[in-house]
């Protein structure tokens, strides 16, 4: 069986990133998953970049045992030396795959100072074929019961307002 699996990834923004030499800071971010690599376009003159992107898509992180997401932020030398690394992290993709399909959406320390916000949804797919549908075991007492409810903790939320009991 073939699995198909993909990460969207989304950097939002930075915070607290570290001046550079000799000018403005021009950060982007390179963001690497397994072999593949995609980065942000390059913000001018900010410590505290935000990036209006399409998600950054990664894909077979089951097929090639990827558990993990290496991000690096960058700083881009306009005129025309070399770029300078001003922070990284590695971020475990633990949390994405146990809960596919729930976005997980962190601000991250650098080392190297600073902060970055990333976002991540992980999917899982996969082809079905040779897998028969089987027979329902219900009998006609149960098919009035609720089905079965998975309980679990809301540890963080967005949109919600505290309620005053």
């Not at 998953?33 to 995609?38: A, P």
């Not at 290496?70 to 990284?88: E, Q």
């Not at 962190?106 to 899982?124: I, S």
């Amino acid at each position: 069986m073939e699995l198909d699996d993909r990460l969207e990834v989304r950097v939002v923004a930075g915070a607290e990133l570290r001046e550079v030499e000799g000018g403005e800071c021009n950060p982007y971010v390179v963001v690497a998953c397994g072999s593949e690599y995609e980065q942000t376009a390059v913000i001018n003159g900010t410590t505290a970049p935000s990036w209006v992107e399409a998600r950054m898509v990664f894909n077979d992180l089951g097929e090639n045992e990827v558990r993990e997401v290496r991000v690096r932020v960058m700083h881009k030398d306009l005129s025309g030396g070399g770029d300078v690394a001003l922070g990284w992290c590695v971020i475990s993709l633990q949390s994405a795959m146990l809960g596919p399909g729930i976005e997980v959406d962190e601000w991250y320390e650098l080392e190297g100072g600073g902060q970055v916000r990333v976002e991540m949804v992980y999917f899982l797919g996969g082809d079905l074929e040779g897998f028969e549908e089987e027979e329902s075991d219900d009998s006609e007492e149960e098919a009035g019961k609720a089905p079965n409810c998975v309980r679990g903790t809301v540890v963080r939320a967005r949109g919600t307002a505290e309620s005053s009991a």
